[in-house]
T-cell receptor, first 116, second 111 residues
Framework: GAGVSQSPSNKVTEKGKDVELRCDPISGHTALYWYRQSLGQGLEFLIYFQGNSAPDKSGLPSDRFSAERTGGSVSTLTIQRTQQEDSAVYLC??????????????FGEGSRLTVL | SQQGEEDPQALSIQEGENATMNCSYKTSINNLQWYRQNSGRGLVHLILIRSNEREKHSGRLRVTLDTSKKSSSLLITASRAADTASYFCARGIQGAQKLVFGQGTRLTINP
């Protein structure tokens, strides 16, 4: 596709349920990032993929959060046993280079998660 | 915290005026980038300035970087109503492969 695609765009779930958020990066982009943005706040780094491996997962808030990437392309962020504080917009971004040292990130429109 | 500060948190000006937003940081960087976010949308890259550069221009945008003061500024000249958005600076941290974003400046251009 022309840009980074995320789905679903909106997700409302009940506390305790599991959710999966999907990111389809720009074709050929080897680096993929997940960020979280709470209402009116900045972006909080969650995890970075280079190909299918995740050299930096330091931002994952707890062991309820996990992510994988397959085929060097699509990535899935999974949140188990969701809590109300997980409510946020989850943003995915991809980049051509190994990291953001030389190139910009291209962001998707985000998945807005609301936990009731 | 690696995030540093952006100021002001909010800025409201009249169309045609210039808007200046500032970003300070704490750790050594490889580059600094500015992004724009319209309400409810993803972020769009505006400009990247490397640590060995002091100033960069792109259209109505001018970015400066002062590594001795660990600060950067984004100037938007001749602002338009369509410039209304949140603006974020993001630091490429040495030794890391992630961008660290600030809290952003909410810019409102009044027609």
């Amino acid at each position: 596709g022309a840009g980074v695609s995320q789905s679903p765009s909106n997700k409302v779930t009940e506390k305790g349920k599991d959710v999966e958020l999907r990111c389809d990066p720009i074709s050929g982009h080897t680096a993929l990032y997940w960020y979280r943005q709470s209402l009116g706040q900045g972006l909080e780094f969650l995890i970075y993929f280079q190909g299918n491996s995740a050299p930096d997962k330091s931002g994952l808030p707890s062991d309820r959060f996990s992510a994988e990437r397959t085929g060097g392309s699509v990535s899935t962020l999974t949140i188990q046993r969701t809590q109300q504080e997980d409510s946020a917009v989850y943003l995915c971004a991809s980049s051509l280079a190994l990291g953001p040292q030389r190139r910009e990130l291209f962001f998707g429109e985000g998945s807005r998660l609301t936990v009731l | 915290s690696q995030q540093g500060e952006e100021d002001p948190q909010a800025l409201s000006i009249q169309e045609g005026e210039n808007a200046t937003m500032n970003c300070s940081y704490k750790t050594s960087i490889n580059n600094l980038q500015w992004y724009r976010q319209n309400s409810g949308r993803g972020l769009v890259h505006l400009i990247l300035i490397r640590s060995n550069e002091r100033e960069k221009h792109s259209g109505r945008l001018r970015v400066t970087l002062d590594t001795s003061k660990k600060s950067s500024s984004l100037l938007i000249t001749a602002s338009r109503a369509a410039d209304t958005a949140s603006y974020f600076c993001a630091r490429g941290i040495q030794g890391a492969q992630k961008l660290v974003f600030g809290q952003g400046t909410r810019l409102t251009i009044n027609p």
